[in-house]
């Protein structure tokens, strides 16, 4: 099992471009969470997708945005970069229907804005 | 309401000492604590988490001690060894499942000295 894998695992990107991260769940699992860290904070929920909708959604931006894909895999967008956006955003994955502790983290992948 | 105050944000304790770290909520609603353990370049795990209907849960050398009047609850690390030396986070959901979006404290970086 490979559990949840992020991709990339680090960008480098300027104020004002587009970025796409990509999350590919835990096998059995079909709902994707993604949360943003900033340095020395703890995540902060940004959104949680399932049959392939936003299900709930945090206080963030419409520059936030993602998708979910058949195969459950999800992209969380961010448009328009800010310097405020450099964070480590994490992936989670559960499967519906399960207990809050069936909730496993991706490594993460770490955004460097410029 | 929707905040989970985490303290000390940083800790150096003693090879074999314990380690304690607080945790203080608001929302009532709240119904699952957990705790994250997190590795630089990791996503957070789960550690151990305790539901609002017990005052303690231990599994091996982690306790969780809950206050339901107080509204907190602690993480203690007996006999505390280097491999624990990571950053910990408490956290809160509400709703019971898997999809319940968690809310983080702000983290706790644990130095273990040998």
């Known amino acids: 099992d490979a559990g949840v894998t992020q991709s990339p695992t680090h960008l480098i990107k300027t104020r004002g471009q587009q970025v796409t991260l990509r999350c590919s769940p835990k096998?059995?699992?079909?709902?994707v969470s993604w949360y943003q860290q900033a340095l020395g904070q703890g995540p902060q929920f940004i959104f949680q997708y399932y049959e392939e909708e936003e299900r709930q959604r945090g206080n963030f931006p419409d520059r936030f945005s993602g998708h979910q894909f058949p195969n459950y895999s999800s992209e969380l967008n961010v448009n328009a970069l800010l310097l405020g956006d450099s964070a480590l955003y994490l992936c989670?994955?559960?499967?519906?229907?399960?207990?809050?502790?069936?909730?496993?983290f991706g490594p993460g992948t770490r955004l460097l804005v410029l | 309401q929707q905040q989970v105050k985490q303290s000390p944000q940083s800790l150096i304790v003693q090879k074999g000492g314990i380690s304690i770290i607080n945790c203080a909520y608001e929302?009532?609603?709240?119904?699952?604590f957990p705790w994250y353990q997190q590795f630089p370049g990791k996503g957070p795990a789960l550690l151990i988490a305790i539901r609002p209907d017990v005052s303690e849960k231990k599994e091996g050398r982690f306790t969780i001690s809950f206050n339901k009047s107080a509204k907190q609850f602690s993480l203690h690390i007996m006999d505390s060894q280097p491999g624990d030396s990571a950053t910990y986070f408490c956290a809160a959901s509400t709703g019971g499942s898997s999809a319940s979006k968690i809310i983080f404290g702000s983290g706790t970086r644990l130095s273990i000295r040998p």
């Open positions: 096998s059995g699992h079909d709902t």
């Open positions: 929302n009532t609603a709240f119904d699952y």
């Open positions: 989670a994955s559960s499967p519906r229907g399960g207990r809050q502790e069936t909730q496993y």
